[in-house]
């Protein structure tokens, strides 16, 4: 075919940030979706075919076309749906299209591999002739057709049939044989059927709902069914049995015929909660997540595509999953921060939920015991629906919480970290055979090391952060950069013997609870402890099967997990949790503190926590004692729209870095003016903060300050710093510059 296709370049660069038009050669077959490589400037770069047309587009002055040189893999089609989601996503997110690509479709990265393949037939009477006329020709030929999947890797072929290249070459050109570039990983494990480790699963029958339950999930379907589709909040209480409600509407979305992805904020809730659905669901069910292999996800995908699975559960990325008949996507824990991509683009999964269903009256849910403001806010003023499940399923009683006033226990003389009504409670389940959680949001053993004698502080060379002693290997890292070296026993500024170790984390705990309880097992789970599910799951099975009676962690221990053995939860220090340099402090101090009480009473017997802080007066601790999110919603919703923060503004955070610091001031000063060149008249609402130093001034070696922008509509907003971005790039400060643009960061 001729004619012209307009590509979309496969370059993470600002200045490229748009498509190209290209000639289509005779000799290639294109459609929409494919990738190819195309001329760009001096190289060769690949692309993705956006639009074809028989005829040359209309440009100024008279352009001259260059040729697609090939096609990359023609098997290998982005649905249209993933390929506008990008650009919606690219748009929304201001970050190049580019990179937007490689997040709705993963598999454009790697090395490209050339394959051959063979476009006759060995009963064709032409090739049965070249037995005898060409026997060479003859032996490619029969490899090819005898290829599983329908041809070779050009090496492999010359291997195996003795060829030379240039056999190859005259077989092209006579149209024997076809040349095509893909992009494949290999497999981790041949059985790709599910990522779950130690499944041993018995298919179970539709489970039972509550009454409770059943209203709530009724409710849900009366609202798809009248919104044709839509959004809906389903705000359960800890222990309320939300993931009953899921699977049975899961079940009725199978039994319509959708499909269905399934959200947990963490890699390492996957298996937990797949196991769950695979008793259920089967093979129907399939796992995606960044820790596993490009190979292995491919080959999901591929059984995606062909319907062999048709409920996707994984973190955030699944929710790109291409299943073709899209009618539900779940958010489980949809506060979590998790869901919200660090790097470009930097979207939230549940902007990309809403997106993907608005065209297909799909149904997004989200679920949660302690939802976003931003979500509870959109549901009181109605613009998504609201689901409560306001008792424990059983009518199991909500944990009774204790807040212990840290000031008054260091006034009777107790200067640990447990108070005494913490140990006494731990004695007390340790002798019933019971079970304890003890959560602490920070990990290592200490939080910095300090000199006394002349107040030098441990400092990571490459961040603007103090290190943290790990007491395991005996040191000091950086939690941003992995930075670490040996502790020191005298001073490196004057040589002094004077040092303390101040502060507290996981490690500690572990260690003055097995000084406190000795003999007793305790199992710690934090990112130190678990590099991979593998270990991760082995904590848990272990503290599962009661063999060990006490469990430290961080908030990994506050997301999903269920033990019915668990009886008393301890927050070590909740203080730390709200005494932050963020507006969004509360509502997370309010989340993980429910969360993690949440762990405490979910079998038949009842449970406590224990919550030591030296502000015993703090709303968010008294309201999650109570569970009462209504009353610190209504509450933090004040104080928001008092300081005009979120949900009553929207704000745009451009990140500016550089090894030098005076180059990233100067550029920080150039983005901010570029944006307030862009203002009109009728812009004024919108507030430019900045430029200042970013919280961590100094990361990996890179100094770091930011400029802001703040205002009400989201669209005039992107607008703005669209433009004001454009402009700073025009400008001599951008040269070397690197920046990141966020839009409603999250920290």
């Known amino acids: 075919m001729s004619g012209y296709a307009e590509v979309l370049i496969d370059v993470a660069n600002r200045r490229l940030d748009q498509s190209f038009h290209y000639y289509v050669p005779d000799n290639l077959i294109i459609q929409v979706g494919m990738m190819v490589v195309v001329p760009l400037k001096h190289r060769k770069v690949r692309g993705l075919v956006v639009s074809i047309s028989p005829d040359p587009p209309e440009l100024d002055g008279e352009p001259r076309f260059r040729s697609i040189e090939a096609v990359l893999e023609e098997n290998c089609l982005i649905p249209q749906e993933l390929i506008e989601l990008a650009c919606w996503l690219s748009e929304t997110t201001i970050c190049p299209k580019a990179q937007a690509l490689h997040s709705v479709w993963p598999f454009l990265k790697g090395k490209g591999e050339t394959w051959m393949t063979s476009m006759v037939s060995m009963d064709d009477e032409d090739v049965k002739v070249l037995e005898l006329l060409d026997p060479d020709t003859f032996q490619v030929l029969k490899i090819l057709n005898r290829a599983r999947r329908g041809g070779l890797p050009e090496n492999v072929l010359l291997k195996r049939s003795g060829a030379k290249k240039e056999l190859l070459e005259d077989m092209l050109k006579q149209g024997w044989i076809k040349k095509e570039i893909r992009f494949s990983g290999k497999a981790s494990s041949p059985d790709m059927k599910n990522r779950v480790e130690n499944i041993g699963i018995e298919r179970k029958k539709n489970n039972t709902l509550s009454p409770a339950q059943e209203k709530a999930f009724q409710d849900i379907l009366t609202f798809r069914n009248k919104n044709d589709g839509g959004t809906v909040l389903i705000h359960g209480i800890t222990g309320s049995g939300k993931t009953q409600v899921y699977k049975e509407l899961v079940a009725k979305v ?18 937990q909660i797949s196991r769950i659905f695979l008793e259920q669901f089967g093979d129907m069910v399939g796992i995606i997540h960044s820790g596993i292999s490009s190979g292995d996800k491919l080959a999901i995908w591929e059984q995606i595509l062909q319907r062999n699975k048709r409920v996707i559960i994984g973190a955030r990325s ?33 902007d990309v939920a809403r997106k993907r269903m608005e065209d297909r009256g799909g149904l997004v849910l989200l679920g949660s015991a302690t939802p976003s403001l931003e979500a509870y806010a959109a549901a009181q003023r109605d613009k998504i629906g609201l689901v409560s499940l306001e008792e424990r399923f059983n009518q199991r009683a909500l944990p009774v919480v204790n807040i212990v006033d840290m000031k008054q226990e260091l006034a009777s003389g107790n200067k640990t970290m447990f108070s005494m009504a913490l140990r006494n409670k731990l004695q007390d389940r340790i002798d019933n055979g019971e079970q ?44 941003y950069c992995n930075y670490q070296q040996d502790v020191f026993h005298r001073c490196p500024e004057c040589n002094s013997r004077f040092i303390r170790f101040f502060g507290q984390g996981t490690q500690k705990v572990e260690e003055e609870v097995s000084a406190l309880f000795p003999g007793v097992e305790v199992l710690r789970l934090d990112t130190d402890t678990t590099s991979g599910s593998r270990e991760y799951n082995t904590i848990l099975e272990r503290f599962r099967s009661g063999e060990v009676p006490i469990l430290v962690g961080t908030q990994m221990l506050a997301k999903g997990l269920d033990f019915p053995n668990v009886t008393l939860v301890g927050v070590i220090s909740a203080d730390q949790l709200f005494n932050m340099p963020d507006f969004r402090s509360r509502e997370r101090a309010f989340q993980l503190l429910t969360q993690v009480a949440g762990r405490a009473g979910r079998g038949a017997k009842g449970g406590e926590v224990v919550i030591q802080t030296y502000s015993p007066e703090e709303r ?63 812009d004024q609402e919108y507030v430019i903060l900045g430029p200042a130093p970013a919280v961590l001034t100094r990361l990996k070696n890179e100094f770091r300050w930011q400029v802001s922008v703040k205002g009400k509509n989201p669209a005039v907003l992107r607008r703005i710093v669209h433009q004001g971005v454009r402009a700073f790039y025009l400008g001599t400060s951008s040269s070397g510059i690197n920046i990141s643009i966020e839009v409603n960061p999250l920290s």
């Open 436 to 479: 304890s959680i003890l959560f602490l949001n920070r990990r290592g053993y200490s939080t910095f090391v300090f000199c006394r004698e002349c107040g030098y502080v441990a400092r990571c060379p490459h961040c603007d952060v103090s290190l943290t002693y790990h007491s395991h290997h005996q040191q000091l890292c950086c939690h």
């Open 318 to 350: 699944a929710v790109f999953a291409p299943l073709s008949n899209l009618k539900l996507i779940i958010l489980d824990e949809e506060h979590d921060n998790a869901y919200k991509q660090d790097e470009n683009p930097k979207y939230h999964a549940r």
């Open 254 to 271: 199978l039994a319509e015929g959708g499909d269905v992805i399934l959200l947990v904020p963490e890699i390492s809730l996957t298996s």
């Open 620 to 682: 968010s601790i008294l309201r999650s004692a109570k569970q009462d999110y209504a009353a610190f919603f209504w509450e933090e919703i004040a104080y928001r729209k008092q300081q005009n923060y979120p949900p009553f503004v929207h704000i745009i955070r451009i990140m500016i870095f550089h090894e030098k610091e005076d180059r990233v001031i100067k550029a920080a000063q150039a983005m901010a003016n570029g944006i307030r060149q862009v203002l009109t008249d009728q």
